[in-house]
């Protein structure tokens, strides 16, 4: 019987040791025999001579969460070789939502996620899981519960602790989340209702994680002065409660001064607990600019913040806390300054304030810069992006070069979106390991692919090995580069020679083919 697809000579990477020239047989959606010059019969050759073969690659923080339904081929992702995706991040998700308030969670998601389908027909995770996968991704999205999520579904989003019935409840629905297939559990600890819940609560609701074996992915409470003080909050939850943590997008917003602090801590901690970290290889964050706004603002909802920002006195209270800050507050807008907080996508009538950073925009409308932010949050209806360049590109690549790191892109899909969305993947390999050696680049494909598959207990991928799903990435080594920038960001990457998703070509000679067979992942 012959192969469906055989790939011959390529330089193969299986997964965290060093490569070898080998033929690689495919059969179905599995990688069916490896070895080299293995003489058999394929229905379909491919002569890979100087070419690359990498496990596909995995996207540990991705808002893929409602784009499939835009556009099932996610083409950013699958142009840089993504073939999975862990979706629901910073503890925000489209389920569960209550019935009656799943237009003021979309309102919130939009900035990050997309709005999704015109109405959404879903309650609960397990609903949700199953719109999302009749979408046919072209990737595999393996969901997280967010807890944020659940947290709005079940109280509300109130700034206050939950009762006990109320946090039994959480727990009830965090269970179905990974009932439905999840495999972490997110916290966004600057979103609201996350940015609500105070230590006790955070062990409490990790205990279900410990149940699957599933890690946390947290945003942490402060990325920025006080980042040592909310990594150490979360390595605390992680120790009380005997959960996995995996710290989402490491980073220090200014500060530079604390990088090595926070390494060493995160150091220390691993001699103790299970603890890894995802990192997109860039000197700017992008999230909604409302991330800009003091927590008790936002609290209620996007209609509540929105009649705050429209009272004059409360205004007036939110610009003062802005300027002076909040203990323990992350405040963005003072860490980083206007002239590097740049607009990525607003919706219209503002739409033409994209690409400008907001000290531009004040100067252009002749008002403060902080006016100029809640100005266009109102005529928005918040649905704002920004780009926030925080920290230098010595301090990105120090980062990178820990050993407990993974990478995840972030990638936040728009019109001019963060160039992470198109480039993270080539950056890493291709920059960082295989242009300038910053890490071996077999240690990379580990990171992309293996590492980041055991994380996930996604035990059918990761590595080229017979049995396994034939998620794969072939690349010109020579070639394969990130090409998007701030300004171009919505180039993909050059160097991509085909990429598989369980066996069939999804990417191939600089186009997607059509084929969308990745799937939802739902514990199979
Ligand atoms: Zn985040």
């Not at 006080?226 to 120790?239: C, D, F, P, S, W």
């Not at 109102?378 to 992006?385: A, G, K, P």
Request: proline share 8%; charged share 25%; aromatic share 6%.
């Amino acid at each position: 019987m012959p192969y469906d697809l055989l790939i011959k000579g390529a330089l193969v990477y299986p997964g965290e040791e060093p490569p070898r020239v080998i033929d690689v047989a495919i059969e179905g959606d599995r990688i069916a025999a490896l070895g080299p010059d293995l003489g058999v019969e394929a229905a379909e050759v491919v002569h890979a001579d100087g070419l690359m073969l990498c496990p596909g690659f995995i996207d540990l923080h991705a808002h893929s969460a409602l784009e499939p339904f835009r556009d099932p081929l996610l083409i950013p992702k699958i142009a840089q070789g993504f073939t999975t995706e862990l979706i629901n991040p910073d503890g925000l998700a489209p389920a569960p939502v209550d019935r009656a308030r799943w237009q003021a969670r979309r309102a919130y998601l939009q900035p990050l996620e997309g709005p999704g389908p015109e109405t959404w027909p879903w309650s609960s995770i397990d609903e949700y899981l199953q719109a999302l996968a009749a979408t046919r991704p072209a990737t595999t999205l393996v969901p997280s519960v967010g807890h944020g999520s659940v947290r709005e579904y079940v109280m509300g989003s109130e700034q206050r602790a939950p009762t006990a019935q109320e946090l039994e409840a959480m727990r009830r629905e965090i269970r179905a989340g990974f009932d439905a297939g999840a495999r972490s559990l997110s916290f966004g600890l600057i979103y609201v209702p996350g940015a609500f819940a105070d230590t006790a609560e955070l062990i409490e609701v990790a205990k279900e994680a410990v149940r699957f074996g599933a890690p946390l992915a947290v945003h942490v409470r402060n990325e920025s002065d006080l980042v040592l003080q909310a990594v150490g909050e979360m390595i605390e939850v992680a120790r009380r409660s005997g959960a996995p943590l995996h710290l989402s997008h490491l980073k220090v917003i200014g500060h530079a001064h604390l990088v090595e602090p926070l390494l060493e801590l995160i150091d220390r901690a691993s001699r103790e607990i299970d603890i890894t970290f995802d990192q997109y290889p860039y000197g700017a964050g992008s999230t909604m600019l409302s991330a800009l706004l003091p927590p008790w603002s936002l609290a209620g909802g996007p209609s509540t913040t929105l009649a705050r920002l429209a009272d004059t006195a409360t205004r007036a209270q939110i610009a003062r806390d802005v300027r002076r800050g909040l203990p323990g507050w992350e405040n963005i807008f003072a860490a980083v300054g206007p002239a590097a907080i740049v607009i990525s996508h607003a919706a219209p009538p503002r739409s033409d304030v994209i690409g400008k950073s907001l000290a531009q925009i004040a100067e252009e409308r002749e008002i403060d810069p902080l006016e100029a932010a809640l100005e266009l949050l109102c005529d928005t209806s918040l649905d704002v992006t920004m780009i926030d360049h925080y920290a230098s590109e010595e301090v990105v690549r120090q980062i990178f070069c820990h050993p407990l790191h993974l990478i995840g892109s972030d990638g936040i899909f728009g019109e001019h979106p963060h160039p992470r969305l198109y480039g993270t993947a080539a950056r890493v390999l291709g920059r960082y390991a295989l242009r300038e050696g910053l890490i071996p680049v077999e240690e990379a494909i580990a990171r992309l692919a293996t590492r980041a598959a055991r994380r996930l207990g996604l035990t059918d991928r990761g590595r080229i090995e017979t049995g396994l799903r034939a998620d794969l990435v072939l690349l010109d080594p020579a070639r394969f580069i990130d090409t998007a920038t701030y300004e171009e960001p919505r180039r993909t990457p050059d160097g991509v020679v085909g990429v598989l998703v369980a066996g069939r070509a999804v990417w191939r000679d600089g186009a997607p083919t059509g084929e969308r067979p990745g799937g939802v992942w739902s514990g199979w």
